[in-house]
């Protein structure tokens, strides 16, 4: 089964000297290695920033090893203080859970009924979910909301989850997916009696399994790290979710920036974990789709 | 004989084949269904009322009875309307930043790829602010760039620099300032999508290449700028949509300010909308940015054409 970051083998003709350690190659390492910790200087100084006494955080020169340590402090006071960071995850993970739940399924289903069976108007009604791909998110937050305070679906979770959830991009990822599976295999599934809920579910999805993984590890990253959505469609403070409850905090604690480094490392933790546990999915599945969110 | 025995299977099939057809159908539409009435509730009905929405006055707090209908005045106000042209003008300066990206990507991509050791690892280094919340990060910025107290001024002062810009509070420094954390986080993007695009250039032609004595310039010059401007090109567009859509760092780090050097038109958008409450008008504002994005997206169409065969 094809794995989707497929990376073409380097042939192994090109690269003889792979054996032997090249002098250029190890400084070009070390020069790669020295860019890189600038490049990543934000994150380290949140992080040092994170474990620090309010008093050292603007202390120059920068103590990028903290001289006191206010770990604990610093971490209960985000997470239990008020506002609660607690509550504010726990929402990002109901909504992230819930969208990645709803799209992945919706996705799936159409793209098994783009790719694998024949209905007239398929192609029809498939260009007319690629168009909606072009409509940028942006340019209909004014009609959506309109609708949203009419419908009740205003300051609800699940109004947010609906919002996220359908995209012409997860259903284009995963008809690629089941394009790649032999039409054989179904058609023999058919001769057997099977019908399409059944090749659906125990031929095609685990077929193209890593392809969902990949598609759900990107939608979660956007879901998590979307701004714009919630603070539209969201307005009661305990609906809140991370990206919200980080700007409401770094608000109403003002200048308690330890604290606040404290909650954005909390932000971004989840983010870091899926990615260092899953990364060539992400990266697979960026460079597959070159899909931005 | 033998054609005899098809026909008639043909024929006795297609009684059946009729059925098969139906319910292939009615298969079909109940798979596609889910994701068809979701799109249409959530996008394309949103789509269509952008239109009806944009010729009407609508102060929101009225409800539906504050519904006017104006016909083009909005448009006709949109293109006399100093705020809309600035944040336009703002996001034509923001372009600026996709070529920084692009370069600066293409030559971390050539060297992660060929020229280090540990290759996947730096990739991860490289790609980490991408996927870091834009939120989070620009909460960072925001005190690195503090024009008194922060560290970049500290370190720009220990270097004996006595008047230090105030970047994200200086008009003058706001934009850039804006700039350089969009390079900063999309770089991880564009590196990965250059590192696809070097894996399909085919080895042979740097074996050819070198056979025939040529230097890493001239390779790099003829073999990989032009095999890659397919990807350059795509990462361009992609580049261009994304900074028209621009909304999140703006709406954390300056709220358009200051002096409206930093607001842009979704940034607009959100203001004349949910500040504001003019809906109306943002919808116009709406359906204007909707063009630009159409229009960039019917360049990328076209040129991708162009370029299929280089």
């Known amino acids: 089964m094809e794995h989707p970051i497929s990376a073409p083998n380097v042939s192994s003709t090109h690269r003889p000297k792979r054996a032997k350690l090249s002098l250029t190659k190890i400084i070009v390492t070390v020069i790669m290695l020295v860019i890189g910790i600038i490049f990543l200087l934000p994150f380290i100084w949140m992080l040092s920033a994170s474990f620090k006494p309010e008093a050292d955080v603007f202390k120059y020169p920068v103590q990028w090893i903290p001289h ?15 506002p609660p960071f607690m509550l504010y995850y726990w929402n990002s993970i109901k909504v992230s859970v819930m969208t990645i739940l709803i799209s992945v399924i919706t996705s799936a289903m159409a793209a098994y009924a783009f790719s694998k069976i024949n209905f007239r108007g398929r192609d029809t009604l498939f260009i007319i979910v690629l168009l909606t791909f072009m409509i940028p998110g942006q340019a209909v937050l004014v009609p959506q909301f309109i609708m949203y305070r009419s419908l009740g679906l205003f300051d609800t979770h699940i109004g947010l989850v609906l919002l996220e959830s359908f995209s012409a991009l997860g259903t284009f990822m995963l008809r690629q997916a089941f394009m790649s599976i032999h039409s054989e295999f179904i058609e023999s599934a058919k001769i057997d009696g099977a019908g399409h809920a059944r090749i659906f579910a125990q031929i095609a999805l685990p077929l193209v399994q890593p392809f969902i993984a990949t598609y759900a590890i990107l939608r979660f990253i956007w879901t998590w790290n979307d701004y714009q959505a919630p603070l539209i469609f969201l307005r009661s403070p305990e609906l809140f979710t991370v990206q919200l409850g980080i700007n409401r905090f770094a608000d109403a604690t003002g200048e308690y920036y330890s604290l606040i480094m404290a909650g954005t490392c909390s932000a971004i933790l989840p983010l870091l ?3 260092l546990l899953a990364q060539k999915h992400v990266i697979g599945g960026i460079a597959l789709g070159g899909v931005k969110g | 004989m033998e054609r005899s025995a098809s026909q008639s ?19 079909g539409y109940l798979f596609a269904a889910p994701m068809l009435i ?10 269509v009322s952008l239109f009806f929405i944009s010729l009407t006055k609508w102060n929101f707090i009225q409800g539906f009875r504050g519904v006017e209908m104006i016909g083009l005045d909005n448009f006709r106000h949109l293109f006399q309307d100093k705020s809309f042209f600035v944040s336009m003008l703002n996001n034509i300066k923001l372009l600026l930043a996709v070529p920084f990206t692009l370069l600066f990507s293409l030559v971390i ?3 992660v790829d060929e020229k280090v050791y540990f290759k996947s690892f730096f990739k991860i280094i490289y790609f980490m602010p991408y996927i870091s ?13 503090h024009p008194s107290q922060g560290p970049v001024n500290g370190f720009l002062m220990s270097l004996g620099v006595t008047n230090p810009p105030k970047w994200l509070a200086d008009p003058t420094y706001a934009l850039p300032s804006i700039m350089m954390i969009t390079v900063w986080t999309s770089i991880g993007f564009n590196m990965v999508v250059y590192l696809a695009g070097l894996q399909s250039i085919p080895k042979d032609l740097y074996e050819a290449a070198d056979i025939d004595g040529a230097s890493s310039w001239r390779k790099f010059r003829s073999i990989t700028v032009p095999m890659l401007s397919p990807t350059t090109f795509f990462l361009l567009i992609t580049g261009i949509i994304y900074s028209f859509k621009t909304f999140d760092l703006i709406a954390v780090l300056t709220q358009g300010g200051p002096a409206k050097s930093t607001n842009v038109m979704v940034y607009e958008i959100y203001d004349q909308a949910f500040v504001n409450l003019k809906m109306g008008y943002a919808a116009a504002e709406s359906v204007f940015l909707f063009a630009v994005i159409l229009l960039i997206t019917g360049i990328q169409f076209w040129g991708q054409k162009k370029w299929v065969n280089y």
């Open chain 2, 9 to 27: 299977t043909a024929s006795s099939q297609s009684k059946s084949w009729l059925s098969t057809t139906a319910k292939e159908t009615i298969a």
């Open chain 2, 133 to 145: 919340s834009v939120v989070a990060v620009a909460i960072v910025f925001q005190i690195l760039f």
């Open chain 2, 38 to 47: 979701g799109l249409t509730i959530f996008i394309l009905i949103p789509m």
């Open chain 1, 273 to 275: 974990i899926v990615f």
């Open chain 2, 109 to 111: 991509a050539i060297v």
């Open chain 1, 68 to 82: 006191t340590w206010n770990v604990v402090e610093n971490y209960r006071a985000v997470w239990f203080g008020d």
